[in-house]
């Protein structure tokens, strides 16, 4: 809910130059990094379960700290420790999912769990703009407020999974585990994860503000077409990977994503004579765009790992984000600032038209270690 309207509330509401806004987002980025590694390490060493309920109240309370500071320094420090402590949970989460989901399944149980994001980031998205637009302190009090039930929902309901931890834990003492830095596919495939990502995330980092100063949209508009995200992923996703999958390569479906992210940057070049209407089809094609790709992301990430190094590989995946997190907002907000938004979207789009091409490379060598199966 709050992250995305983060640099609106540098520039918007503490009146800091767009340069400043960069700066905290990087730093969000700074704490992903951090966050991500330590995040599948200790769901490794000490279950999925417990990361995830501390991550989420933990966050939901440093939330509720931000709406109550507004010197930068002492911002750009909470930044790095909110990220820290909310990024820890994304790799948890994911290999909760893996351990959670039936054989054979886990690319429909990986889209289901988007589903649940989706759904929340587009009553979030929406009701964030709305918040935004009234008091962008309350905003993070909100956010607050909902991590914390979160945590506590999962402390409640979900089951513990104490008995797969443990024997998980005694089968590693008899055997040699791989790390994913081991693992030359992964890197390679985690590089390119990382340029798509870098592009990707900047939808919701600096086009926002694009709308905002260029096209002169409001905030509960801007709120409005970023859930519109999520509202076409809850209905179409689930249906459409059901659909495709087991039909091609993950690889065919991964670069058919990339190839739409493009042209939703593409759209940002038409003149804003009808603001609100390019920025909805400009999510449109990025959602599609998501759709097509994230899925089949998971579904190789997954395929390369076993009950031993699913957390580790969780986290290298997830540092693949973080590292777009803090790479993309320097680079974009800089660009944006200095040269003009325009040849920002020039470089997004060749970015990713080198990304796809390097997916098409890989979907040879990838397939092929596939079929011969992955040693621990």
Known sequence: MAVP?????????????????????????????????????????????????????????????????????????????????????????????????????????????????????????????????????????????????????????????????????????????????????????????MLFTTCFFLIFRVVPLFYKEIWHINESAIGLILGLNGIIIAVLEMVMVSRWENR???????????LFTAASYALLFVPGFLPVATGICSMVLATFGEMFALPFINTFVMSRTNEFNRGQYAAGYTLSWSFAQLIGPIGGFYLAENFGYHWLWIVLICILIICAAGFKKMQGVAEADLKRGNPL
């Open 5 to 193: 309207f983060m640099s609106l509330y540098v520039t918007q509401y503490l009146r800091r130059p767009a340069s400043d806004a960069g700066i905290i987002i990087a730093l969000y980025g700074v704490g992903s990094v951090l966050g991500a590694t330590a995040g599948g390490k200790l769901s490794d060493v000490f279950g999925f379960r417990p990361v995830q309920i501390i991550s989420a109240i933990a966050g939901g309370l440093l939330f509720l700290l931000y709406a109550t500071v507004t010197h930068f320094s002492s911002l750009c420090v909470l930044t790095v420790i909110i990220s820290f402590v909310g990024e820890a949970f994304r790799p948890a989460n994911f290999s909760a999912i893996a351990a959670y989901a039936s054989p054979g399944l886990q690319t429909r149980s990986y889209s289901l769990n988007r589903l649940a994001i989706n759904l929340g980031w587009a009553v979030g998205g929406s009701l964030g703009g709305i918040i935004a637009s009234i008091n962008y302190q309350l905003l993070f009090v909100v956010d607050g407020v909902v991590s914390i039930v979160a945590g506590l929902c999962i402390l409640w309901w979900l089951p513990s999974g104490k008995a797969l931890h443990k024997a998980v834990k005694e089968k590693m003492k008899s055997v040699t585990v791989r790390k994913p830095w081991q693992d030359g596919l992964f890197m390679q495939f985690i590089f390119l994860n």
């Open 248 to 258: 091609h390569s993950p690889f065919y479906y991964i670069i058919i994503g990339v």
